[in-house]
């Protein structure tokens, strides 16, 4: 049965990465939620999507690697969303007293910088979350190589989106993300894809690999239902207590 995970929390109906949205993905009893964390300069390991403020942060352009958290949790992140207003950038390690027991943590590493996995293991170690509840996903194939090679019993998953660029087939692409995927040691991927694809084909092959397969982000309750149906094991979401509400009952 496909997991649901609240992407960047409920992030339809609270500001992206705050923790008003994490705490909506667990009011709403989704399977987890999934952030991004990045170090600032003084190594305070936050969450955002982006490496600059601006877009989430009132157009405030800072750069998260070279600032420092003093200056960095004075922004507001309410991401112009009524009701929110000056909600702040959380800390990775705020943001993990939202996540119940037994739900996943879907924790992109969003830079090419190994510091931050040994950041996000002492902060979900001190915070005494259990390691299986945390999936490690990234698109940076060093981050994940280096990840399995040091956490080899904690779940890691190769992010990648799947374009139409026509030179390949979807199912030439799909053997080079596998063979890719196991030369890495993940324990599978989490993947982008147009919604006219076969996905059917696509999860049974990612399967019988013997790697889970995870999709991102997918908001329209009819693509995820054909995600559901072909097996995927999770389905990411800006609205996952939506989306599986209406799945569930089609």
């Known amino acids: 049965m496909a997991k649901w995970i609240s992407h ?82 959380p800390l990775f390690a705020d943001s993990l007293k939202y996540l119940g027991k037994d739900k996943l943590y879907y924790v992109e590493i969003k830079e090419n910088d190994l510091r931050v996995m040994d950041a996000m293991i002492r ?11 945390i999936v490690m996903i ?31 087939t979807l199912a030439e692409k799909t053997d080079d993300l596998i063979s890719r995927t196991k030369e890495l040691k993940a324990d599978g991927v989490d993947v982008g894809m147009a919604p006219d694809e076969d996905f059917n084909t696509f999860v049974k092959k990612v399967h019988d690999a013997g790697l889970k397969c995870a999709v991102w982000t997918v908001d329209q309750p009819v693509v995820a239902k054909r995600w559901v149906e072909a097996g995927v094991d999770a389905v990411t979401s800006n609205c996952a207590a939506k989306a599986q509400k209406w799945v569930e009952s089609h």
């Open 138 to 168: 990234s698109f940076h194939a060093d981050v994940v190589r280096a990840y399995k090679e040091k956490y080899p019993k904690m779940e890691a998953l190769f992010l990648y989106y799947i374009g139409k660029d026509g030179e390949k």
């Open 123 to 133: 902060e979900v170690d001190a915070a005494g979350i259990e390691r299986k509840q």
């Open 8 to 89: 960047r929390g409920e992030s339809a109906d609270a500001p992206e990465n705050t923790l008003p949205a994490f705490k909506l993905a667990l009011e709403r009893n989704t399977d987890g939620f999934e952030t991004d964390i990045h170090l600032t300069a003084d190594n305070v390991l936050i969450c955002c999507h982006d490496a600059n403020t601006f877009r989430t942060c009132q157009g405030v352009s800072m750069i998260i690697e070279q600032s420092k958290w003093e200056d960095l949790k004075q922004l507001d992140a309410s991401y112009n969303r009524t009701g929110f207003e000056n909600v702040s950038l």
